[in-house]
């Protein structure tokens, strides 16, 4: 159904996941990336498990099939092969924006906010407190923010990476290359630890 070989698809997402693909327990769906052309970006999820399991994954030209989650060197190797065409502003932020989400890992929570009200709040120790009193009480969350430059474009995302908040810089050539930075806006904060 989706045209990717299932038993690469398997051995790429490894047991457990891999079983669920074998077995057809498994969902396998498109995940459409902006500047990339076709279908070349997949989620594999399985939540028939008290945990549910999930990987996106890229598919080669070649046939090849790799894990994308936890290892942004497997992206870049994806958008080299099968080329990028960044060519707005707008596409820019979509491009960064499924970077993120295809290449995070499973063991640190990351997410876009665009104001502190967004923030999942738990109660926390004094000294967490204080932090999130601070942060409350500081400048605003800043807003997204792409432009062209260069010859290609820059994107600014405000993301929560744990239990911080952070500013990160992404400098995204036409053809898809991300050089990228952050700037944390405040740490240990009392946030839960959820994907």
Do not use: K
Request: hydrophobic residues 45%; proline residues 9%.
């Amino acid at each position: 159904m989706s045209g990717l070989p299932l038993d690469a698809l398997a051995a790429a997402v490894g047991p457990g996941l891999g079983e669920a693909v074998q077995s057809g327990s498994a969902t396998i769906e498109p995940t459409p990336v902006p500047g990339l052309p076709g279908t070349v970006v997949w989620l594999v999820c399985d939540d028939s498990l008290d945990h549910p399991l999930q990987a996106y994954v890229g598919h080669w030209p070649d046939g090849q099939v790799r894990v994308l989650s936890d290892d942004q060197d497997a992206w870049a190797d994806l958008v080299r092969d099968v080329g990028a065409h960044i060519d707005t502003v707008a596409t820019a932020l979509g491009y960064v924006r499924a970077f993120l989400e295809c290449t995070r890992g499973a063991g640190v929570p990351v997410r876009e906010i665009t104001a502190a009200d967004e923030l999942p709040w738990r109660p926390g120790s004094p000294e967490e407190e204080r932090r999130r009193a601070e942060f409350l009480g500081g400048p605003p969350v800043p807003e997204p923010r792409a432009v062209a430059q260069d010859g290609g474009f820059h994107v600014e995302l405000t993301l929560i990476v744990g239990q911080r908040v952070q500013r990160n810089l992404f400098d995204v050539t036409a053809a898809g290359v991300i050089d990228a930075s952050f700037t944390v806006l405040a740490d240990e904060l009392p946030l839960p630890i959820v994907r």
